[in-house]
């Protein structure tokens, strides 16, 4: 038993089923589905419960909730329980078609991956700092395409619905212009719409919202995010230093 319980304690284990059962995922999205490939999943969702059980045991259910990767790891099991169903129960005669989008999730099992690499929690360390020091930034870009949305489906919806016909769909397209890529199509299919002097105002002023969202705004927020991402490896570096200016002051002082 107690084999068997540090078998489903064990790291390279739990990796070789996750690989396992990546792989299994893949050829059933590739439509290549039999008997054996479904068993195979059954199979890996069960080791994959059995594992979450026995860690509750060892751990204690706060134990094991309050580590972040066990809780991902945990929520990930539950969702994929309706594989299981699917699988003892023959949806052919009920109508589970809601457990069979449920089972879609069990492609999420991938993320279990992440924890396996090295330095990763550090990486996600480093992220949740920059999203904790960037978001009043990132809440006014998006409160300015909010607001160019909906101006530019006022001005436009007419003349270019297929862009500005709604506001969802008018803060789409400022979205897409602030990304830069193909961001020229908009203003060239309303100024083909309108007359040449109009269209070379609205070619200017899509230009200035270029410039504001795509190039200064998107600038600005990569700036940010990425002195947050490494402003942890700057407090190390900046501490190394002071224990070795310390260090050079008690020489100096000795040699006094």
């Known amino acids: 038993m107690k084999n068997v319980k540090n078998l489903f304690l064990n790291d390279k284990f739990i990796l070789a089923v996750i690989l396992l059962n990546a792989v299994v995922i893949y ?33 204690g259910v706060k134990g094991y909730w309050s580590s972040g990767w066990n809780r991902m790891d945990g929520i990930l099991v539950l969702i994929s329980l309706p594989s299981l169903i699917t699988f003892f129960i023959p949806t052919s005669h009920l109508d589970l078609s809601f457990l069979l989008i449920l089972r879609l999730l069990r492609t999420f099992r991938f993320l279990r991956l992440l924890h396996f690499f090295p330095n990763v929690t550090p990486v996600f360390k480093g ?69 040449p002097a109009i269209g070379s105002l609205v070619r200017f002023y899509f230009c200035l919202l270029l410039v504001m969202g795509g190039i200064i705004g998107m600038s600005l927020i990569n700036s940010i995010f990425v002195d947050a991402m490494v402003s942890d490896n700057n407090d190390d570096v900046k501490a190394k230093l002071d224990e070795i200016e310390k260090k050079l002051d008690q020489l100096l002082e000795q040699k006094k």
């Open 27 to 59: 050829l059933q999205t590739c439509a290549i589905d039999n008997i054996w490939i479904q068993t195979i999943d059954m199979v890996c969702t069960l080791i994959f419960l059995i594992e979450m059980i026995i860690k509750h045991k060892e751990y």
């Open 127 to 195: 992220f949740k700092l920059a999203l904790r020091e960037s978001y009043a930034i990132l809440f006014c870009f998006f409160i300015m395409i909010i607001v160019f949305g909906l101006i530019n489906c006022s001005l436009f919806k007419d003349i270019a619905p297929t862009y500005f016909r709604t506001p969802m769909t008018s803060i789409y397209s400022v979205f897409r212009i602030c990304t830069i890529e193909g961001w020229y199509d908009i203003p060239d299919a309303i100024a083909t719409a309108t007359t």
